[in-house]
């Protein structure tokens, strides 16, 4: 019994000076942590790095918390040192968050400029992809429907592409007032995935002014049962975002029709 009660004494005397042990550490660790960020810090702000992805890092907590006047002033620093690695960034920050679409083809322009050999993916999305979201931010539906195609075609057909691109395709159609095509295209994209309820919501549209009410109705039905699958970013809002505040609007608008 006596061994026993030594045996734990001594286990409980090793687990403290474990548990000691490993909080000191901590604290070291945090302590190293917190000198290196702010060494990081200082040289980054006093423009001493000359790592471009140092300034890009360091954009970024100013770009997610809206202070892009800060954040560009670091984001700018890194294009400068390497272009070809930071234009594209930028482009779509200027796109995404800013809505300035000049200033982002720019960036995606001088980028495609600067890597004829290859397919450039912003932020992981096709470039082509997002020229023709800044087309069709500016209302140049001709423009942005040549670039949807050509994002099609980088992706090696509609099947691999984005299905969003097809849906743009069918919605700058309709602009143009073009039902036919537009139908075709936003059936590319029912034919991807039944459950794009965008491609749903705009042919009830185009239904509706067809006088089809029938089909219209069939649309926007499935618009609503589909609307959780929309194309949603909680930190985004996209240019073609569907809401389903939209939806039921267009509902009640067929309604009033059939009575």
Sequence with gaps: MVLLKKFFKVLGLIILISILLFLLFLTYITYDSKNK??????????????NSEDYRLYSEKFNK?????????????AVELEPSMHLGYRGWIHLRKLRNYSKALE????????????????????IDFLRGECYFGKKEYQKAIAYFNQSIK???????????????????????NNYENAIIEFKRALKQSEYTCEAH???????????????ANEHILKAEETIEYKRDDRYNE????????EIIELKEQLNRIKT
């Design 154 to 176: 980088n992706q090696k057909g509609e099947e691999w592409a984005d299905i969003q691109t097809m849906v743009y395709l069918g919605i700058c159609e309709y602009k143009l």
């Design 201 to 215: 919501f705009w042919l009830a549209k185009i239904y509706v002014e067809q006088y089809n009410h029938k089909l």
């Design 37 to 50: 960020y702010e060494e990081f810090k200082q040289k980054v702000e006093n423009f001493e790095s000359l």
């Design 238 to 245: 996209f240019l073609n975002e569907l809401y389903l505040s």
């Design 65 to 77: 918390s809206g202070d892009f006047k800060t954040g560009f002033k670091y984001l700018n620093k």
């Design 107 to 126: 960036d995606f322009n001088r980028l495609d400029s600067l890597t004829p050999n290859a397919i450039d993916a912003p932020w992981g999305e096709d």
